[in-house]
């Protein structure tokens, strides 16, 4: 089985994160409809993955050992559509059919259309059970793929995930990985203003039996430390909590509360390109 070609060259990742960082931007303008700021706070995280980390081969959706990746916060699904263009498992110009009528590239995750896409998701809260129920078949199976599962932080106010993280331990699911897009806002407002209680997330985890890391979400090497990490746990789940930026690599969306369902117009969005492709 030929997998894709990983690298831990973090100059090789950061030039594939600008190339997401353009698609992203390109793909939500042309479709006039999205959600560009959540898919860039995600950027650094996917590409670690998908790019050095987790078994996936992009001429085959349904290889059996492939590891298993659960985008929660569904409405962030373009980052994983600019990850695949990457990796050469759809087509580049396929990118400027999102939300079109007939598209593959639906405005969040449908795997009956992309079967690169785990679980359909976008009604928040229900991907960290998915990604448990993963787990514990692989580890029925005896399998040795892992399961990843990206949250947002407004998204894990939903009471189901917490359910599952109270469940996970339970069941010794150290091949389960759960990570925390902790951008600080969704959809209406900040995160604070919207349920201040419910920082501090480290504690939360930690009471529910989890083996939690910490890390900037937008360095490589302090995500591949936060893997590392994972990796070498061997008798718990492990959440990892990445501190990242809401429009991460566009000056006027990040940390802009106005950003979650907008997309840039033609010259907002040559802007942005110039933006990123200068960093």
């Known amino acids: 089985m030929a997998t894709l070609t990983q690298t831990a060259d973090v100059g090789e990742l950061t030039a594939i994160g600008k190339r997401l960082r353009r698609r992203i931007i390109e793909m939500t303008t042309a479709a006039g409809s999205g959600h560009p700021s959540t898919s860039l706070s995600a950027v650094e995280i996917v590409c670690a993955l998908h790019f050095s980390r987790m078994r996936w081969d992009p001429s085959d959706a349904g290889w059996d050992e492939r590891d298993r990746f659960i985008l929660s916060k569904g409405h962030g699904v373009p980052v994983l559509y600019a990850a695949y263009a990457e990796a050469g498992a759809i087509p580049e110009e396929e990118i400027l059919t999102l939300r079109k009528t007939g598209s593959r590239l639906q405005g969040h995750p449908d795997p009956t259309r992309l079967p690169f ?163």
């Open 117 to 279: 896409l785990e679980a359909a998701t976008g009604s928040l809260g229900q991907g960290l059970s998915i990604a448990l129920g993963l787990a514990m078949s692989a580890k029925l199976d005896r399998a040795s793929w892992k399961t990843y599962c990206l949250l947002g932080d407004g998204e894990i106010q939903e009471g189901q995930v917490w359910e599952a993280a109270m469940s996970a331990p339970k069941f010794g699911v150290d091949n389960l990985c759960a990570i925390v897009d902790n951008n600080q806002i969704q959809q209406t407002s900040s995160v604070e203003n919207i349920l201040h209680t419910l920082e501090p997330i480290v504690p939360k985890w930690e009471a529910f039996g989890w083996h939690v890391v910490e890390c900037d979400g937008h360095d490589i090497e302090d995500i591949f430390r936060a893997l590392d990490a994972f990796d070498a746990e061997d008798t718990r789940p492990t959440v990892i909590v990445g501190h990242t930026v809401k429009g991460k690599g566009v000056s006027f969306m990040e940390g802009a509360l106005n950003w979650h369902g907008k997309t840039a117009d033609a010259d907002q969005a040559k802007r942005a390109i110039e933006e990123i492709e200068s960093a």
